[in-house]
């Protein structure tokens, strides 16, 4: 980290600080923790990204003399100043004292964020800031018999430019499902072996890259060494690394600190609530699921419409480039047929600066606004899935071993009374004390579940600031639109010459309003 500051130089109140909010256990401080404090600032989020990212809050915990350097940027941004490396240089004895309050009212603060684990403490902008992933087709290679698209995958996080083929993600989507059952693990767009155009492909490049995202800024699976290795690996077989890198280790419940005592961090009411979310998501779906699709077909129109435009100017120019003579009868009163073939034929050129602001503003709404609906939708559609796999796995499976205990222990009041044999008494009293363990491992793995439910709901509606982004896009797309077919437009104008009784019809010219 750049700008090391001297821990002996510092103020007693920098120390102050970190001894309220450090770890006791590890002597340091856990990123939630440091994401409460710089909210306590109350900065703008932007300048928050920016403090992070100076010091390279990239792993938890932080340490001692990391935390002193956001100290230093937290109260400088506080004074009005842009937090920057060069302030960190710069400061060596007079050290620029923060507004956090006193030390224990922060210690109050480590002490919530440690004691609330299931709150999800992220912004947005901070989700979004996490990693950028790029997915874009590279020229096709032809294999035995068909021809295999590829693709450059690029992260700016990790600094790395990788290919990969439909099959690694498949492999990965796999793999990252059996370390997180219990979290909303987006789906992949279709293979479609036959008949692939150009469309689809492009379709499913797309699909790519929103699902590499929604991944990469996940807040729990971007901190597993699993999309690392998806993200980064540059050998030759990706998928046999990932499945011998990930082969025989646990799921996150096997991981997980607290996964056992995530029934004392659910509300009581969680059954109700959890009810409520998914109706509340569901219906959430089925709107943003029109508004996509109005969307989509807004953006279709205008690229047909730059269609429409490019080959009416064409046929007008085809009109004013006609050489066909004109009979001497037809022009013996005026000249109408002469004068609007001089009009005509440059406005080609004007009809396809229109075909082309109208296919800019197309593929702007594309990007900016169908597309943010898109990765939106795929959030919603995984946290659906989620929830059916909640029901038909976790609670099924529960109910399946109670169904089974029942049974047994009915089986063994059976052989108790009639058996005389302490033999067969034993071998069912020890699969019933199995089965007792495992309906205690399935009640456990039923709260964890419950409490993954939890925070992937609390994303959800996180992510549900995207619609701010999506209007604002969506308005001003529609404004530059308009601004920009006004710029050149058609007026009537009288032809010159002929100063008879009976006028001319007017010609169509372009004019430019700038």
């Known amino acids: 980290v ?11 109140y920098y120390r102050e600080v970190y001894e309220a909010i450090c770890c006791k256990r590890e002597d340091r401080v856990q990123r939630n923790v440091f994401h409460t404090l710089l909210n306590r600032t109350e900065l703008p989020t932007a300048v928050q990204n920016q403090i992070a990212e100076i010091i390279e809050c990239k792993e938890e915990p932080i340490s001692r003399s990391v935390l002193y350097k956001a100290l230093v940027l937290i109260a400088f941004a506080q004074q009005g100043k ?50 950028t992933v790029e997915v874009e087709l590279i020229p096709e290679k032809k294999g035995l018999f068909l021809k295999h698209v590829e693709y450059e995958v690029s992260s700016q996080r990790f600094k790395s430019s990788v290919y990969r083929r439909y099959n690694d993600f498949v492999v990965f989507h796999e ?20 008949r692939v155009d150009r469309e689809f492909i492009e379709s499913r490049r797309r699909a790519l890259k929103r699902f590499a995202n929604l991944v990469a800024r996940h807040p729990f699976f971007s901190e597993d060494e699993l999309l690392q290795v998806f993200l980064s690996f540059s050998g030759s077989d990706v998928q046999n690394k990932i ?55 807004m953006a279709s129109r205008s690229a047909d419409n730059a269609t429409d435009l490019l ?16 009979p001497s009868w037809a022009s013996v009163t005026s000249n109408t047929w002469g004068l609007l073939r001089q009009a005509l034929r440059g406005l080609s050129v004007e009809f396809a600066l229109l075909a082309d602001k109208s296919a800019q503003q197309g593929k702007r709404e594309e990007e900016e606004v169908v597309e943010k609906l898109s990765i939106f939708l795929d959030l919603l559609q995984s946290y659906k899935d989620l929830c059916e796999r909640h029901e038909k796995g976790v609670l099924h499976e529960h109910q399946r071993a109670l169904q089974k205990y029942t049974s047994m222990k009915r089986q063994m009041m059976s052989v108790t009374v009639q058996s005389k044999e302490p033999l067969s008494v034993e071998q069912l009293e020890s699969r019933i004390v199995q089965q007792e363990n495992a309906i205690l491992n399935m009640e456990l793995r039923n709260y964890f579940s419950m409490y993954c439910l939890h925070q992937e709901t609390q994303l959800i509606h996180i992510y549900l600031h995207i619609t ?6 969506f308005i001003d797309s529609q404004i530059q639109g308009h601004r920009e077919v006004r710029t050149h437009q058609p007026v009537g104008m009288g032809c010159p010459g002929n100063s008879s009784t009976l006028k001319p019809p007017g010609t169509l010219l372009f004019i430019s309003n700038n």
């Open 175 to 194: 793999v990252l499902l059996q370390r997180f059952p219990y979290r909303m693990v987006p789906t992949l767009p279709p293979k479609r072996m036959l």
């Open 468 to 473: 701010s982004h999506v209007l604002t896009a």
């Open 311 to 326: 080959l009416f100017g064409k046929e007008l120019s085809t009109l004013g480039s006609d050489t066909t003579p004109v």
């Open 2 to 12: 750049c700008g090391d500051v001297n821990a002996s130089s510092v103020p007693p």
């Open 243 to 297: 499945r011998e890198s990930f082969r025989g280790v646990g799921d996150e419940f096997m991981t997980c600190e607290i996964a056992t005592t995530a029934k004392d961090l659910l509300p009581p009411d969680i059954q109700a609530q959890f009810g409520a979310s998914r109706e509340l998501i569901r219906n959430i779906y089925n709107s943003f699921h029109k508004l996509r699709d109005r969307a989509e077909r």
């Open 82 to 131: 842009q937090p920057s490396a060069k302030l960190l240089e710069n400061v060596t004895q007079d050290f620029p004292k923060p507004e956090l309050g006193a030390p224990g009212e922060l210690e109050a603060v480590r002490m919530q964020a440690q004691a609330n684990p299931i709150l999800v403490c992220r912004s947005l902008p901070e989700l979004m800031a996490i990693d």
